[in-house]
């Protein structure tokens, strides 16, 4: 059962505008949430969090907002460059005792395309 | 510390090979973590690490699959007669052990069974 669901395989944006990627999750016990962009021929790289305490979380350009009643993350990136064009992951992580429990559930990925 | 390696990059095997695959993980990081990621799809997590002891390890991951740390450093993942659908690609992470330490991951191993 997919536990984390990116369910846009795709996006495309102009530059300049608003990168919005979208996520689900079903297991109420997941209380860290992460996003990780890829680029091909490399490993995912880590780009923002955001804890269950929290609904909302800036970084530059990139936000993510977390709505925990619905179960559902969104990453935002304003404004979008050609340079974020790479494939988007969402994960998710349980925390115990203070740290992370280690083990990230991941979604299938969405592949953002930011046009000149 | 340029971060998380892995070695060798690709690797293609014919089917009933054994082959094993090596993590140089970040050097303070106590945690190390492995991933197998085919196409279309996000990173699924096999095992992980912290320091030598083998924390946990997915009950989906079959007993040709074994991880070891023996040093609490480098790692090796080694697959048992490979299967066709053993091709992936291998990813290792690692991190610290505390709330907020985002997992580090290398280039992977991109595994091609014949």
């Known amino acids: 059962d997919q536990q984390v669901k990116q369910n846009s395989p795709s996006l495309s944006v102009q530059e300049g505008r608003i990168s919005i990627l979208n996520c689900d999750y079903t297991?109420?016990?997941?209380?860290?949430f992460l996003w990780y962009k890829k680029y091909p021929a490399e490993g995912p790289t880590f780009l923002i969090s955001?804890?269950?305490?929290?609904d909302k979380n800036e970084d530059g350009r990139f936000t993510v907002f977390l709505n925990k009643s619905a179960k559902h993350l969104s990453l935002h990136i304003v404004p979008s460059q050609p340079g974020d064009s790479a494939v988007y992951f969402c994960a998710a992580d349980k925390l115990a005792g203070g740290t992370s429990y280690g083990k990230l559930t991941f979604g299938q990925g969405t592949i953002l395309t930011v046009h000149p | 510390d340029t971060g998380v390696s892995q070695d060798p990059r690709h690797k293609i095997t014919k089917r009933g090979q054994n082959v094993t695959f090596r993590c140089d993980p970040i050097?303070?990081?106590?945690?190390l973590y492995w991933y197998r990621q085919t196409l279309g799809q996000g990173p699924e997590f096999l095992t992980y690490?912290?320091?030598?002891?083998?924390?946990?390890k997915s009950r989906l991951l079959s007993d040709r699959f074994s991880a070891e740390r023996p040093k609490g450093s480098f790692s090796t993942l080694e697959i048992q007669r490979t299967e066709q659908g053993d091709s992936a690609m291998y990813l290792c992470?690692?991190?610290?052990?505390?709330?907020?330490?985002?997992?580090?991951f290398g280039p992977g191993t991109r595994l091609t069974v014949t």
């Open positions: 992470a690692s991190s610290l052990a505390l709330v907020g330490s985002e997992q580090y």
């Open positions: 955001i804890s269950s305490i929290k």
């Open positions: 690490f912290q320091n030598e002891a083998q924390l946990e």
């Open positions: 050097s303070e990081h106590n945690r």
């Open positions: 297991n109420s016990m997941f209380d860290y």
